[in-house]
């Protein structure tokens, strides 16, 4: 008998065939020597005796395989372990899995969930056997027998198993048991989250269907009972599986669709009243505690050395921890709304449950999460971040003013308090979409519903916040590199158009003189634009950021160390990745910066280019421009890397080819040509710059830029300030 991937295997019966194979192995092969020596003797061909010896072979093979399972039925006989069995009449027949890997598979896992069910049951002696199987949890075939044994009851029920006896062992003053059993239940839980994971995942061989999913959100719902314990939510004791999880294999989309995303509502479910209540009286957002935090549990079944006494993680921060570790899991989780819900899950953890995470005090997941759902370059992960900054700026609007000077003033402390850890998160979704303000601010478009004023509002959260700051400033450096390299070369013509990727009718834009050819007059004029261009966003943010820092009493009129570290590292100098190098002078130039590893970011997001400049000068490991020591402020900072920007541009683009090299301290052969940047001394490079400033022309982009980007009318405007002139360096 034999089904899809099994075969059916009577006993006594497979015992007899097995016996008599082996058996036949051995006379086949003793005969064949027989007839070989007979064969030799007489002189004739001894092909039938080699024919008989490979016949002899395959059936010692064959009677290896048969000796194999028939060890392995012997086995599944003793553990009391079948894939199915019926007595059709003279023994039993057992269900046997055609791979014998997949059958040994079958087999420990089967053994390994009895052993899960013991412990869930309350017999921790058990976890010593199902520990031997941990190795196991990668493979499809051991993880469904695990879990056709274990249950999604019994799945729930082993961490609450261990949370109730870890509680008992300390009540008792166990010290050298509870050692014991923690560092135990810490592999198990690991092995569980492992299991799960793949058990969960459509994509994953062990998926256990969608039945099994909706098993774990009833079972997550229900209440269970674990040793004295006598009360717990079944999502409280699954949080600690979720809690150890390591994200090498993350859980996937439909895991949060079914059983993430209903472990939100139920907290909000069971705890919506109380916390109404809560608030009323002054003592805040208490979450639904994960089995380990209401037991007091400490880090006692948590991975994290780092956990102390006073955990307090809920649920949903060990939710979070799992969501945050794929983006496809985040948007499952983040872009949803539940039925009879007026907000998303995303505006829910923003705003309702944000008190609830201050109370826990527990804000890496939730930092994480909404990296892992805003920073892409996909339409969802956008969505979310235009909705995050649109939440996020009502929610700060209020905490601002204007204040007798004129500049910006903090109206609501509390507020900005309870909206402090939001700020990196808010940082780096509006940097993954740079180009977004770049539209705010020139075109008066909008972002979601985002407008260039609610932009300006969540850039003063965000921009307090120093990586943060770093970031967006790192963003827009690379979108307005990307600007300037999509200015023309100078000499585009009709006979080059294809090789530099120009079309006819941008020959047309770009050639202001109409003589057929683009001039260095030409390619000036389309540099000005740019440059004046991208001044206006950085203007924005490097001028929020000082009124940000005014109001809260931080402001000290230094640069910010990241900003000078990046002038530091001359990040401007780099080209766009992939960009052709036309001008003559630029062949070369850039030498070894320009790696392959580099190119590989052609096309990427701005803040991802950024990531990769800043991890080149890293390996670099030198400093190119002196000036870093000298910038006194963060516009000086933004001035430099825009003369580093430009000059790259002009020797790019050919505006710089004709322009004379003799005796200069950053040239190198004869006739002269640039040295390779990564061979110029910081002397050099700002001779470099000098020469760029007075003989290619950038003195003029520069002065332009310079006006634009310290003009503070617009923030003037978005939030609704009067900023001394003096300060902006005048309008």
């Given at each position: ?115 899960a069910s013991s412990v869930a049951g309350g017999d921790t002696a058990a976890l010593a056997k199902l520990e031997k199987y941990a190795a196991k949890a990668g493979n499809a075939d051991f993880v469904k027998a695990f879990l056709n044994q274990l249950g999604a009851k019994g799945v729930t029920e082993l961490p609450g198993s261990l949370a109730a006896a870890l509680r008992a062992g300390r009540l008792n003053g166990e010290t050298e048991a509870v050692a014991g059993l ?489 006739p002269p040509r640039i040295k390779p940047f990564a061979e110029m001394s910081p002397e050099q490079y700002s001779a470099f710059l000098y020469w760029t400033r007075w003989n290619g022309g950038s003195n003029d982009l520069l002065d332009r830029f310079q006006r634009t980007f310290r003009d503070t009318t617009e923030v003037d405007d978005y939030l609704n300030l009067q900023i001394p002139s003096s300060a902006g360096g005048g309008k």
């Amino acid at each position: 008998m034999t089904t899809q991937g099994f075969t059916g295997v009577k006993q006594p019966d497979f015992d007899t065939m097995t016996a008599g194979h082996t058996r036949a192995a051995g006379q086949l092969d003793r005969l064949a020597q027989a007839l070989y020596g007979e064969l030799q003797g007489a002189g004739l061909d001894p092909g039938p005796a080699l024919r008989l010896r490979d016949l002899a072979r395959r059936v010692g093979t064959q009677a290896e395989d048969l000796r194999r399972r028939q060890a392995m039925i012997q086995e599944m006989e003793r553990q009391r372990v079948a894939f199915g069995t019926c007595t059709p009449g003279g023994g039993t027949l057992f269900g046997m899995p055609d791979a014998l890997d997949a059958a040994q598979g079958f087999l420990d896992g089967a053994v390994a969930g009895r052993a899960a069910s013991s412990v869930a049951g309350g017999d921790t002696a058990a976890l010593a056997k199902l520990e031997k199987y941990a190795a196991k949890a990668g493979n499809a075939d051991f993880v469904k027998a695990f879990l056709n044994q274990l249950g999604a009851k019994g799945v729930t029920e082993l961490p609450g198993s261990l949370a109730a006896a870890l509680r008992a062992g300390r009540l008792n003053g166990e010290t050298e048991a509870v050692a014991g059993l923690s560092a135990r239940g810490k592999k198990t839980l690991r092995m569980l989250s492992d299991i799960l994971s793949r058990a969960t995942d459509p994509k994953n061989p062990a998926y256990m269907g969608e039945g099994f999913l909706k098993a774990l959100a009833e079972q997550g719902r229900a209440e269970h009972t674990s040793g004295d314990v006598q009360s717990y939510a079944g999502y409280q004791a699954q949080a600690l599986i979720w809690a150890a999880h390591d994200g090498k294999k993350p859980f996937s989309r439909k895991f949060m669709e079914i059983v993430g995303r209903d472990a939100v509502v139920y907290e909000q479910e069971q705890y919506k009243d109380r916390w109404s209540f809560g608030v009323g009286v002054g003592l805040g957002k208490v979450p639904l505690y994960d089995l380990a935090a209401a037991l007091g549990l400490g880090g006692l079944l948590k991975p994290d050395p780092q956990v102390g006494a006073k955990d307090k993680a809920s649920v949903v921060d060990d939710l979070l921890r799992v969501a945050g570790t794929d983006k496809d899991a985040a948007h499952a989780l983040l872009d949803h709304t539940p039925p009879g819900w007026k907000q998303s899950v995303l505006e829910h953890l923003l705003t309702t449950r944000l008190d609830a995470f201050h109370f826990s005090g527990e804000f890496g997941a939730f930092e994480r999460v909404f990296l892992a759902g805003t920073t892409g370059q996909d339409p969802t992960s956008r969505k979310l971040a235009a909705e995050m900054t649109k939440i996020l700026a009502d929610e700060v609007r209020g905490a601002f003013g204007k204040a007798g000077d004129g500049n910006l003033e903090v109206t609501d402390k509390d507020v900005l308090d309870r909206l402090a850890p939001l700020r990196y998160p808010l940082a780096r979704a509006i940097a993954a979409n740079i180009d977004q303000l770049s539209r705010l601010l020139l075109h008066h478009d909008t972002f979601g519903k985002v407008a260039a004023q609610d932009m300006s509002y969540a850039l003063a959260l965000a921009t307090t916040d120093e990586a943060g700051f770093e970031a967006l400033i790192r963003a827009q450096t690379e979108h307005m590199r990307a600007a300037l390299d999509t200015v023309p070369p100078v000499g585009l013509d009709r006979s080059n158009l294809k090789r530099f990727g120009f079309t006819e009718a941008e020959l047309k834009m770009f050639d202001f003189d109409e003589d057929g050819r683009v001039g260095k007059a030409d390619v000036h004029q389309f540099l000005v634009d740019r440059t004046v261009a991208e001044a206006r966003p950085f203007a924005h943010l490097v001028e929020i950021r000082r009124q940000a820092l005014i109001a809260e009493g931080q402001y000290d009129q230094k640069a910010d160390e990241s900003l000078r570290a990046m002038v530091r590292d001359a990040i401007g100098l780099f080209p766009v990745p992939g960009a052709k190098q036309v001008g003559a002078l630029a062949d070369g130039a850039f030498g070894k910066l320009l790696t392959s590893q580099f190119d590989k970011a052609t096309g990427a997001a701005y803040d991802e280019i950024s990531k990769q400049v800043a991890h080149v000068m890293a390996a670099e490991g030198r400093s190119l421009d002196a000036t870093y020591q000298n910038v006194a402020d963060n516009r000086l900072a933004v001035e430099r890397l825009t003369e580093q920007m430009i000059a790259t541009t002009m020797l790019k683009k050919g505006m710089l080819d004709q322009v004379r090299l003799k005796d200069r301290s950053f040239t190198t052969a004869s006739p002269p040509r640039i040295k390779p940047f990564a061979e110029m001394s910081p002397e050099q490079y700002s001779a470099f710059l000098y020469w760029t400033r007075w003989n290619g022309g950038s003195n003029d982009l520069l002065d332009r830029f310079q006006r634009t980007f310290r003009d503070t009318t617009e923030v003037d405007d978005y939030l609704n300030l009067q900023i001394p002139s003096s300060a902006g360096g005048g309008k």
